[in-house]
């Protein structure tokens, strides 16, 4: 791997299609959060915790104790913490720290990324999403003009289970908050119980009232939208699990990219690249973007979205109606 980012013209021309069309949906991870200063989830769990020894809930060899335990374990401990002491878990503060150094580094990729699509799915809580951010120009003359500042524009926000609609999703300027949000932090979804629900296949029982509404957005967002995820390692790529068992997917050699996967990998990787980049195409339709993290690591993200959003730009509303009108003519 010596190219850091040359995405092949076949991969460039199906997310510039999609993204004409308005059907390219960034799918945005924790990774992309964690640029901008937001915890991973190791920090995130011993951040809950921690606020209980601070208010003096909980002793420091309580804490101690816990210090082996995965991340969800320690967020249902926080959880139940908080229903037995009746103190709630400031998460906007653990999740957008006030001192947080980032804070320009996350302007600049979420800047990048509003510029790659108007409307977005996450699995992330954090805000960052929750408006679009307008960089100022580069030009010389824009940056002499004082008020030719960074502007952000807010989106429409839904992180509600009952608002995981077909609908929402073919909004402008919206987010789709999959996992909750801060806005609302019992809406959250954190421990292992928490996900067991949101993803629960009753459906199989029968009857619309064990409709998951969940899957079922799924399923529309991956039979019918372009997606593209972003900011997702490789320990944390447990919704493709969901892209493969509940959309429709005929597997096998020669198939074509449905999604794209724009993941990082050191040079020496190059192997586990090959292989990860076969199993994507061939077991989930979906096509690995690979770039390479030599020289700024996790960094390198910065520049490659920022330069997706120069080759695939997301669609005026123009050329949307355009495609409509013509869709209904075709139709009649």
Not at 278 to 291: A, S, T
Request: with cysteine.
């Amino acid at each position: 791997m010596s190219v850091e980012f040359d995405p092949k013209e076949s991969v460039l021309k199906g997310l510039r299609d999609a993204a004409l069309r308005g059907t390219l949906i960034p799918f945005v991870g924790a990774g992309a959060s964690r640029l901008a200063g937001c915890p991973g989830w190791l920090e995130f769990g011993d951040g809950a915790l921690r606020q209980f020894v601070e208010s003096g809930k909980v002793s420091h060899a309580q804490l101690d104790q816990l210090r082996d335990q995965p991340p969800r374990v320690k967020l249902s401990i926080a959880r139940a913490l908080q229903e037995e002491h009746r103190t709630l878990i400031d998460f906007r503060k653990l999740i957008h720290p006030p001192d947080n150094k980032y804070e320009e580094k996350g302007r600049q990729l979420f800047g990048s990324l509003s510029k790659l699509g108007r409307t977005f799915v996450t699995t992330n809580y954090d805000e960052w999403l929750d408006k679009e951010i307008v960089l100022p120009s580069l030009s010389v003359d824009a940056l002499s003009q004082p008020e030719n500042v960074a502007v952000n524009k807010e989106r429409k926000v839904f992180f509600k289970v009952q608002d995981l609609t077909a609908a929402n999703l073919n909004l402008p300027d919206a987010v789709i908050h999959l996992h909750g949000s801060l806005i609302e932090p019992k809406s959250m979804i954190l421990t292992t119980q928490d996900y067991i629900r949101h993803y629960a296949n009753d459906r199989r029982s029968g009857g619309d009232a064990k409709e998951n509404l969940v899957l079922t957005f799924l399923e529309y967002l991956f039979s019918s939208k372009t997606v593209l995820f972003i900011g997702y390692g490789l320990e944390e790529l447990e919704i493709l699990e969901y892209v493969i068992q509940k959309v429709p997917y005929v597997s096998g050699d020669g198939q074509e990219a449905r999604h794209y996967l724009v993941q990082g990998f050191f040079s020496h990787q190059e192997e586990l690249m090959l292989s990860l980049k076969r199993y994507y195409l061939r077991e989930c339709g979906i096509e690995l973007i690979p770039y390479v993290r030599d020289k700024k690591d996790w960094d390198q993200l910065l520049d490659v979205v920022d330069e997706l959003a120069k080759l695939t730009p997301a669609s005026a509303l123009m050329h949307l109606q355009e495609f409509k009108d013509m869709e209904g003519l075709l139709d009649g």
